[in-house]
């Protein structure tokens, strides 16, 4: 069983910043793709971020393109999703996603086999 934990996140003005990370238990994470997603209230588990196991091919949500980069370390079994000029819309309760397995990135929820515990991100407008 892997487990993840997020954190990094916080309250944060229009236009602001915040790294949120996630990091994982075990010895198999340079195998595992990882994916970010986020809810914001009253709405589903949306997809925010993706990056592959092998190359770090990475992909994202029309919405994030350009402001959020995601990455990850694989000698830290961490990855990390940099916000960038945040925007209210982006308030969301944010969670990190593994799968074993596959060498692509991956945009479902179905894709996924563990889940973190999801870290709330607020940006006040």
């Known amino acids: 069983q892997v487990q993840l934990v997020e954190s990094g996140g916080g309250l944060v003005q229009t236009g602001g910043s915040l790294r949120l990370s996630c990091t994982a238990s075990g010895r198999a994470f340079s195998s595992y793709a990882m994916g970010w997603f986020r809810q914001a209230p009253e709405k589903e588990r949306e997809f925010v971020a993706a990056i592959s196991s092998s190359w770090g091919v990475t992909w994202y949500a029309d919405s994030v393109k350009g402001r959020f980069p995601i990455s990850r370390d694989n000698a830290k079994n961490t990855v990390y999703l940099q916000m960038n000029s945040l925007k209210p819309e982006d308030t969301a309760v944010y969670y990190c996603?593994?799968?074993?397995?596959?060498?692509?990135?991956?945009?479902?929820?179905?894709?996924?086999?563990?889940w973190g515990q999801g870290t709330q991100v607020t940006v006040s407008s």
């Open positions: 996603a593994a799968r074993r397995g596959g060498r692509n990135y991956y945009t479902g929820l179905g894709e996924y086999d563990y």
